[in-house]
Structure formats: C-alpha cells, structure tokens
C-alpha cells in the first residue's frame, strides 16, 4: 500500500514538472527576437517579420519591432502582453490597424506608429487606454485625426503628428490635451482659411503656457504659400469677420484666456511665464534656427508686437459690433420708409376718390341749374 502510494506521489512530481516545463517553453523568447528576462525587454527589430511574433512572455513590458514588414494590425493583436508599457512599431509597411488592435493594453505609455502608411485612425483606438503619455504618428498619410480621442489622450504629453497630409486640426481635441508638453505639426499640408483660425488662437495660448511647438507652415490658399501661420498676423484674416461668427467667438475666447493667464502671473515678475506671452515668435524662430537659445533672445523684439495682438483683436470685434448697429439701423429706416410709402399710397388713393366724388356731385349740381335756367325764360314767354 505504501509503495503504491510512494509511486503515486513521484508520478504527480512527474507530471508537475512536465507542465512547468511546457509553460516555460509556451511563454519562450520567439526565435526572430532577443529577450532580456531582467529587464522585460524585448527586441524584434530589423528581422523581416510580417506579423506580430507568438508566445511572448506575459511579463514583457517593452517590445520593440520597428524596421520590419508588418503590414497590418488584427484584433487584440497583443493580448498575449498585457503589461506592456513601450510598443515600438515604427518603420514598418502597416496600412490598417483594427480598432480594437490595443485592446487589454492598460498600462501602455509610449506608442509610436511613426514610417508608415496609415492613412486614417479609428476613433476606437485608444479607447481604453487612459495612461499613454507619447504617441508618434508622424511620417504618415493621416489626412485626419478623430477629435473624438481627446477623452484617450488627457495624459498626453507628447503628440507627434508631423509629415502627414493635414490640413486642418479640431481644436476642441488640443483643448482636451491639458497636459501636453511637445507638439510636432510640420511637414502637413496646412489650408490656412478661417477655419484654421482656431488653431492659431489655440498656438497662441499653448506656447504662451510653455508648450514646444515646431512649426504650421501654410500651403494653401496660393497668397499664404510657405507662410508660418503663427507669424501670419490677424489683419489677414480680416475676410473671416464677415464670413463667420465663429471668428468673432474664438477671439473672445481667446482675449478671455489671456487676460485670465494675465491675471495669474501678475505680479510674478521673476517667473519665467511672466515673459511666455512673447514665446510664439520666439519659438517659431528658435525651430527655423535650430533651438530654443535663439528664441531667447529675440524675445524683446517680439515684446510690442505681443502687446499690439489684442488691441488688434479689440479693434476686429468693435467694428463687427459697430457694422452691427449700423445694419440694424439701416433696417430700421428702411422699415419705416416701407410703412410710411404704404401710409402715403393709401392716404393718395383716398384724397382721389374724394377729388372724384366731388367732381361728379359738382357736376351733377350743374346739370341742375342749366335746368332750372331753361324753363324760367319758358315761363315767362308763357306768362
């Protein structure tokens, strides 16, 4: 009995190690990679791979397969990794990537989909990923951003979105990037109309709050062709005032947040935002002449320009008031000149069939006495 049960116990040793031993080689380093089981490390880059690799360790926190071929990404296409905190996949072929393709990724903080050929992104995406602090999107054929993943992104400090196809970006989703540190827009197809006023506005109170921006240069319309939208001053955008209320809004917005950000550094003479009003120009001059130390010192340049900006702007809305009153005013005297035209055709019309009136019983009138005239001498020729 005690020998049964003696075998009984090395057989369950047996089979314990068998199932250890194939839950170490199910979770595995893939052969195309290199792991560091320290570090969580893994590292597929430049192998030729078409295809996420299987059986990843579910520990990995960093997984690195840029310079491959993948071309697309299926659904929880990283399930396998939930902890997964980097996720390089830059310079690859994707063209698609499943809106649920991220799904489970909780903890991912850096993601960069940089050297592709994406051409739109699934408002889905990031869903419910709440702690992502970088995302590289640049280098792509992005002709859009879903304003909708500004919920996904309130962690985010740096956005990467550089060398796409954009010509315009919401900005209700750069609002909702409160802590965003870094943003990277040259290299797109900007339309610089009235509807990228608002991401002028947006620039303006973003460096002002020391944010880094690199550049917006314009491409169309064919007048602000290889303009800097953030040097590009108000007066051209004059037309807007007349073409859309929501020009007039948005310098109200802005001239709001401004005087708020005014009030909050008053005061402060020492601290550095106490000058970030004069950052725009700066910073647009430090990009083009390689670094924030340029930037730096032409702040005293920029200095009365900065101060003029919102004198400008005041003068915009006053006259948008003025032509205001002065249309309504216009409308009231054509209204009155309507109703006293119509009072004047009436009272016209009555004073003629008065005048008629009186012509015919004038008449009738007459016809009597020529009347009475012929019979009196016929009487008397009688008498």
Known sequence: MQAAQGRLA????????ALLSLLSLSHACPKECSCNSNTKVVDCRGRGLYDIPRRLHPDTQELYLQDNRIRGLGSMAFREIPLVRILDLSNNSITSVSPTALLGLRTLQRL??????LRELDKRLLGPIRSLSHLDLSHNSLWGFPGAMGDSLRNLSHLGLAHNRLTRLDRSLLEALTRLDSLTLRGNPWRCDCQLIGLKLWLETYLFKGGVVDEVICSQPEEMRDRDLQKVPYQLFHTCMTTSYHYLFANIHHLESERLLRGHTHGNHA?????????????????????????????????????????NLRHA?????????????????????????CAYAAIMAKYQRELKKNEELAAAQGADHATADEKEPLENAIA
């Open 112 to 117: 960069s989909l940089a050297y592709n050929s």
């Open 271 to 311: 601290h550095p935002s106490s000058h970030a009003l004069h950052v725009p120009m700066a910073m647009g001059e430090g990009f083009g002449g390689g670094g924030g130390g340029g930037g730096g010192g032409s702040m005293p340049e920029c200095e009365p320009k900065q101060r003029h900006r919102p004198v």
């Open 10 to 17: 090395e057989m369950r040793v047996v089979l314990a190690c």
């Open 317 to 341: 809305i006053a006259t948008v008031i003025i032509t205001g009153v002065v249309c309504g005013i216009v409308c009231l005297m054509m209204l009155a000149a309507a109703v006293y035209g």
